[in-house]
C-alpha cells in the first residue's frame, strides 16, 4: 500500500481580493481582481496547465471557467491558459491548426468563446483566490499575423528576402515548424510592438503574468525589458520554457525542470537510478541561485502529445513520481486530465477530449494540494524549505530526504526501482504517517521492507 501524507491544517484563502485601477472602468467593475502576485503564493502555489480545447465536449472558456472551483480542491492557485490568440490558417497544421500559430496577439480565438467569456474566466479563477498566467509566444507568430504584411522586416528572412520558419540553432536546419514565422529580434521596433502587447493583458485583462514558450530562443534582454516593464504596472509572475539560469536573473521567476523530468521517465524506465538523481540535484545547488524556482511535472503538453501519457513514459512509477514533483523543493504542475487518471495522447490540431471521471488521481491531489498549501516543509519558492538527502543502505535504489523549515518537517522515502527492497535510512525522530495516523519512530537502524514503487511521507509531530 502507498502512503500518502493528509494534512489537518484548514486551507486558507490565498489572498483577499481588491480591486486595481485600469483604464476600462467597465472593466474595473466587471473583475474581481486578487492582489499582486507575492512571494508567499510562490511557496505555497499549485500550477495548473488548462488547455481549453481540449479539457470539456465545449471546448470553451465557459466550460472551463464552471470547474475552476474544482481546481481550488486541488490547492491550484495559478492557473496556465494554453494561448488563447486566433490561429492562422495560413500553412496550418491538421482542421483547427497549433495554438501556437497566433494571428493577433491582442484578441482571443473564437473557437474559445468571446472576451467577454475569456474575462468572466479570469473573475472567477479571482474570485476563487487563483492567479491567470498566459501562454506568450514571442519566437514566432503564425502566417496571417498583420506584421507579415505590414512589417516584414519584423520577421527573419533568407539571403533572398524570403520570411522563414524557425531554425534549429545548432543545426541550421527547420524545426518544421512550418505553420508559423520566426521573428527577427535585432529589430527594436518589433521588441516594443511585442512588449505593447504583452502589457495589454495586465493592464486591461487584469491577467497576472505568463508562461512563455521556448524562452530560450528569444534573448534574455528583451525578457528583461518585458518584465521590467510589465512590472511597472503591477508584480507579475513569470514562466520560462526554458532551463537557462541567466533568464531567472531579472525577468523571470520560475523556469521548467526539464532536466529532472527526464531523469525520472528514464529512472522509471530503468535506464538510469537513484545516482542520476543524486547528482542533478548536486549540480543544481552549484549552478542557481537560492530563490530560482524550478516547476516540477510527470506531464505537459508537449510530454502528453508528442512523447506519450505518463502512464506511456513511467508505467507503475507514475503515482511515485507526481508525489515526488510535490515533495521535492519547487512548484508541481497539474496538466489536464491529469488528475483525471488521463491515459490517451491528447490530438494536438484536432478536437479532442478529456474524460472527466474521478479515479485514483483526483483524491491524490487533492491531498498533495492540501498539503503543499499548508506545509512549510513543502514550501518550493523563493524562501524553500531545506532539502537534505538521507543516506540509505541501498543508496543507488531508495530515494530519501528530509525537507525543514520553521519547525515543520517531513521525510520523504522512495524505493525507486520495480523490484521489492529491504533497507535502513540514516535518520532519527518520532514522525506520523498521515495516511494510518501511527506514530513511527525512525533510527538509523530502523528496517523498512517496499515493495516496487513504494513511498513513504512522514511528518513531524
Given at each position: 500500500?502507498?502512503?500518502?501524507?493528509?494534512?489537518?491544517?484548514?486551507?486558507?484563502?490565498?489572498?483577499?481580493?481588491?480591486?486595481?485601477?485600469?483604464?476600462?472602468?467597465?472593466?474595473?467593475?466587471?473583475?474581481?481582481?486578487?492582489?499582486?502576485?507575492?512571494?508567499?503564493?510562490?511557496?505555497?502555489?499549485?500550477?495548473?496547465?488548462?488547455?481549453?480545447?481540449?479539457?470539456?465536449?465545449?471546448?470553451?472558456?465557459?466550460?472551463?471557467?464552471?470547474?475552476?472551483?474544482?481546481?481550488?480542491?486541488?490547492g491550484v492557485k495559478i492557473i496556465w491558459l494554453?494561448?488563447?490568440?486566433?490561429?492562422?490558417?495560413?500553412?496550418?497544421?491538421?482542421?483547427?491548426?497549433?495554438?501556437?500559430?497566433?494571428?493577433?496577439?491582442?484578441?482571443?480565438?473564437?473557437?474559445?468563446?468571446?472576451?467577454?467569456?475569456?474575462?468572466?474566466?479570469?473573475?472567477?479563477?479571482?474570485?476563487?483566490?487563483?492567479?491567470?498566467?498566459?501562454?506568450?509566444?514571442?519566437?514566432?507568430?503564425?502566417?496571417?499575423?498583420?506584421?507579415?504584411?505590414?512589417?516584414?522586416?519584423?520577421?527573419?528572412?533568407?539571403?533572398?528576402?524570403?520570411?522563414?520558419?524557425?531554425?534549429?540553432p545548432e543545426t541550421g536546419e527547420s524545426w518544421?515548424?512550418?505553420?508559423?514565422?520566426?521573428?527577427?529580434?535585432?529589430?527594436?521596433?518589433?521588441?516594443?510592438?511585442?512588449?505593447?502587447?504583452?502589457?495589454?493583458?495586465?493592464?486591461?485583462?487584469?491577467?497576472?503574468?505568463?508562461?512563455?514558450?521556448?524562452?530560450?530562443?528569444?534573448?534574455?534582454?528583451?525578457?528583461?525589458?518585458?518584465?521590467?516593464?510589465?512590472?511597472?504596472?503591477?508584480?507579475?509572475?513569470?514562466?520560462?520554457?526554458?532551463?537557462?539560469?541567466?533568464?531567472?536573473?531579472?525577468?523571470?521567476?520560475?523556469?521548467?525542470?526539464?532536466?529532472?523530468?527526464?531523469?525520472?521517465?528514464?529512472?522509471?524506465?530503468?535506464?538510469?537510478?537513484?545516482?542520476?538523481?543524486?547528482?542533478?540535484?548536486?549540480?543544481?545547488?552549484?549552478?542557481?541561485?537560492?530563490?530560482d524556482i524550478f516547476m516540477n511535472f510527470t506531464?505537459?503538453?508537449?510530454?502528453?502529445?508528442?512523447?506519450?501519457?505518463?502512464?506511456?513514459?513511467?508505467?507503475?512509477?507514475?503515482?511515485?513520481?507526481?508525489?515526488?514533483?510535490?515533495?521535492?523543493?519547487?512548484?508541481?504542475?497539474?496538466?489536464?486530465?491529469?488528475?483525471?487518471?488521463?491515459?490517451?495522447?491528447?490530438?494536438?490540431?484536432?478536437?479532442?477530449?478529456?474524460?472527466?471521471?474521478?479515479?485514483?488521481?483526483?483524491?491524490?491531489?487533492?491531498?498533495?494540494?492540501?498539503?503543499?498549501?499548508?506545509?512549510?516543509?513543502?514550501?518550493?519558492?523563493?524562501?524553500?524549505?531545506?532539502?537534505?538527502?538521507?543516506?540509505?543502505?541501498?543508496?543507488?535504489?531508495?530515494?530519501?530526504?528530509?525537507?525543514?523549515?520553521?519547525?515543520?518537517?517531513?521525510?520523504?522515502?522512495?524505493?525507486?526501482?520495480?523490484?521489492?527492497?529491504?533497507?535502513?535510512?540514516?535518520?532519527?525522530?518520532?514522525?506520523?504517517?498521515?495516511?494510518?495516523?501511527?506514530?513511527?519512530?525512525?533510527?538509523?537502524?530502523?528496517?523498512?521492507?517496499?515493495?516496487?514503487?513504494?513511498?513513504?511521507?512522514?511528518?513531524?509531530?
Open positions: 500500500m502507498k502512503k500518502l501524507v493528509i494534512t489537518v491544517m484548514a486551507f486558507c484563502s490565498l489572498l483577499a481580493c481588491k480591486e486595481q485601477p485600469g483604464k476600462k472602468e467597465k472593466q474595473q467593475e466587471e473583475q474581481s481582481k486578487p492582489a499582486p502576485v507575492s512571494d508567499d503564493v510562490l511557496e505555497t502555489a499549485v500550477i495548473y496547465e488548462a488547455n481549453i480545447r481540449q479539457y470539456s465536449e465545449e471546448g470553451s472558456f465557459n466550460a472551463f471557467a464552471r470547474d475552476i472551483p474544482k481546481l481550488k480542491e486541488l494554453m494561448p488563447v490568440y486566433p490561429i492562422s490558417s495560413t500553412k496550418s497544421k491538421g482542421s483547427l491548426g497549433s495554438y501556437y500559430a497566433i494571428t493577433d496577439y491582442t484578441k482571443v480565438n473564437p473557437e474559445f468563446g468571446s472576451m467577454e467569456d475569456f474575462r468572466h474566466l479570469v473573475k472567477t479563477a479571482h474570485d476563487n483566490d487563483m492567479y491567470v498566467i498566459l501562454d506568450w509566444v514571442a519566437n514566432h507568430t503564425g502566417w496571417d499575423h498583420i506584421w507579415i504584411k505590414e512589417h516584414p522586416e519584423y520577421y527573419t528572412q533568407d539571403k533572398d528576402g524570403t520570411i522563414i520558419d524557425p531554425l534549429n518544421d515548424w512550418t505553420d508559423v514565422a520566426d521573428l527577427n529580434y535585432d529589430n527594436q521596433e518589433m521588441r516594443q510592438e511585442m512588449i505593447r502587447d504583452m502589457r495589454y493583458w495586465i493592464e486591461e485583462e487584469g491577467v497576472d503574468g505568463y508562461r512563455c514558450d521556448v524562452a530560450h530562443q528569444v534573448p534574455v534582454d528583451f525578457w528583461e525589458d518585458a518584465a521590467a516593464a510589465l512590472r511597472e504596472i503591477k508584480p507579475v509572475f513569470m514562466l520560462a520554457e526554458a532551463e537557462q539560469p541567466e533568464l531567472l536573473e531579472n525577468a523571470f521567476d520560475m523556469q521548467y525542470a526539464w532536466e529532472g523530468h527526464h531523469i525520472m521517465n528514464e529512472i522509471a524506465q530503468g535506464k538510469k537510478d537513484v545516482k542520476a538523481w543524486d547528482d542533478y540535484m548536486a549540480k543544481n545547488d552549484t549552478l542557481l541561485e537560492s530563490d506531464s505537459n503538453h508537449d510530454e502528453n502529445s508528442w512523447n506519450g501519457t505518463v502512464f506511456e513514459r513511467m508505467g507503475g512509477a507514475a503515482e511515485t513520481f507526481a508525489v515526488m514533483t510535490y515533495a521535492i523543493p519547487g512548484m508541481p504542475l497539474i496538466y489536464s486530465g491529469q488528475e483525471y487518471d488521463m491515459d490517451k495522447r491528447l490530438l494536438f490540431f484536432e478536437k479532442d477530449t478529456i474524460r472527466k471521471e474521478k479515479g485514483k488521481f483526483y483524491p491524490l491531489y487533492e491531498k498533495l494540494g492540501k498539503l503543499k498549501n499548508n506545509n512549510k516543509a513543502l514550501h518550493g519558492g523563493k524562501n524553500a524549505a531545506a532539502y537534505q538527502r538521507l543516506a540509505t543502505s541501498e543508496d543507488t535504489k531508495v530515494l530519501a530526504f528530509r525537507r525543514e523549515k520553521e519547525g515543520d518537517a517531513l521525510l520523504f522515502i522512495a524505493n525507486l526501482t520495480d523490484k521489492p527492497v529491504r533497507f535502513t535510512v540514516e535518520a532519527k525522530g518520532v514522525f506520523k504517517d498521515y495516511e494510518t495516523g501511527e506514530e513511527h519512530a525512525v533510527n538509523p537502524g530502523t528496517g523498512f521492507d517496499f515493495q516496487p514503487w513504494e513511498y513513504l511521507i512522514l511528518t513531524s509531530e
